[in-house]
């Protein structure tokens, strides 16, 4: 049972998903729906060398140690930890619109071993150069547009063989009942920049995370 509700939890969500049916119109058949956009097809050797891991904190170990990283949305630095526990950077840079979730923690160092750079992300991130970090793992905005923004700024500012990790690989949020623009900004970073995705890493509710490489110039 995925989905474990009270009995009034139940009835009320029987009501709303006959509403929900009615006014939204998600299906066409399953085929492409007016609601849900359908992702592009890639072609197979985008996708040649894929692995498939059993969580994102698998991916950490198979990512190069030392080096520029960064982290695009930090919230409390969860994450963050892990990545500087695991792959130990030489420089971590943490980009968020608003640190005060991480800098309220006692228990972390980041605040004060990491460069933040507080603001848009996409804004942030443009100001530094060009091929500058091994690898990024991006988790900020997941509005389609906010995705898009992040990636067009990270696609350069990785080095050429370096990856660009992306979090919450979802169309449908669950949780919050909003959709996510994760999958379509990644599949067009995919097929317009081939950019080849090396892992596929799952999660317990599917907030899945991918890993792509940039191409060597
Ligand atoms: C899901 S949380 C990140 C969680 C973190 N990566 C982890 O796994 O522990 C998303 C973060 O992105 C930040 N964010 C959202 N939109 C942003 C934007 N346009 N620029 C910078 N940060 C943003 C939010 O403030 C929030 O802290």
Same mark, same amino acid.
């Given at each position: 049972?995925?989905?474990?509700?009270?009995?009034?939890?139940?009835?009320?969500?029987?009501?709303?998903?006959?509403?929900?049916?009615?006014?939204?119109?998600?299906?066409?058949?399953?085929?492409?729906?007016?609601?849900?956009?359908?992702?592009?097809?890639?072609?197979?050797?985008?996708?040649?060398?894929?692995?498939?891991?059993?969580?994102?904190?698998?991916?950490?170990?198979?990512?190069?140690?030392?080096?520029?990283?960064?982290?695009?949305?930090?919230? @409390?630095?969860?994450?963050?930890?892990?990545?500087? #526990?695991? =792959?130990?950077?030489?420089?971590? %840079?943490? *980009?968020?619109?608003?640190?005060?979730?991480?800098?309220?923690?006692?228990?972390?160092?980041?605040?004060?071993?990491?460069?933040?750079?507080?603001?848009?992300?996409?804004?942030?991130?443009?100001?530094?150069?060009?091929?500058?970090?091994?690898?990024?793992?991006?988790?900020?905005?997941?509005?389609?547009?906010?995705?898009?923004?992040?990636?067009?700024?990270?696609?350069?500012?990785?080095?050429?063989?370096?990856?660009?990790?992306?979090?919450?690989?979802?169309?449908?949020?669950?949780? @919050?009942?909003?959709?996510?623009?994760?999958?379509? #900004?990644? =599949?067009?970073?995919?097929?317009? %920049?081939? *950019?080849?995705?090396?892992?596929?890493?799952?999660?317990?509710?599917?907030?899945?995370?991918?890993?792509?490489?940039?191409?060597?110039?």
């Amino acid at each position: 049972m995925p989905m474990v509700m009270t009995p009034e939890q139940n009835d009320w969500f029987s009501r709303m998903r006959g509403e929900w049916l009615s006014v939204m119109r998600p299906f066409d058949g399953y085929g492409p729906s007016a609601l849900f956009q359908p992702l592009p097809a890639l072609p197979p050797e985008l996708l040649a060398d894929c692995k498939l891991l059993p969580n994102r904190y698998a991916i950490l170990p198979l990512l190069p140690k030392g080096g520029r990283v960064a982290e695009v949305g930090t919230q @409390e630095g969860r994450f963050a930890d892990h990545i500087s #526990a695991e =792959c130990r950077p030489e420089e971590l %840079h943490l *980009f968020d619109i608003d640190f005060s979730p991480l800098t309220r923690r006692t228990d972390t160092e980041l605040a004060r071993t990491a460069t933040l750079h507080e603001g848009d992300s996409a804004n942030m991130l443009s100001r530094l150069p060009d091929d500058y970090f091994d690898w990024m793992y991006i988790d900020g905005d997941h509005s389609y547009a906010g995705v898009k923004r992040d990636v067009e700024v990270a696609r350069t500012k990785v080095k050429p063989g370096g990856t660009l990790v992306f979090n919450d690989f979802v169309m449908w949020s669950p949780v @919050e009942c909003i959709d996510y623009g994760v999958p379509h #900004a990644v =599949c067009e970073l995919a097929l317009n %920049h081939n *950019f080849r995705f090396t892992h596929f890493a799952l999660h317990q509710l599917m907030y899945c995370d991918v890993a792509l490489r940039r191409p060597e110039r």
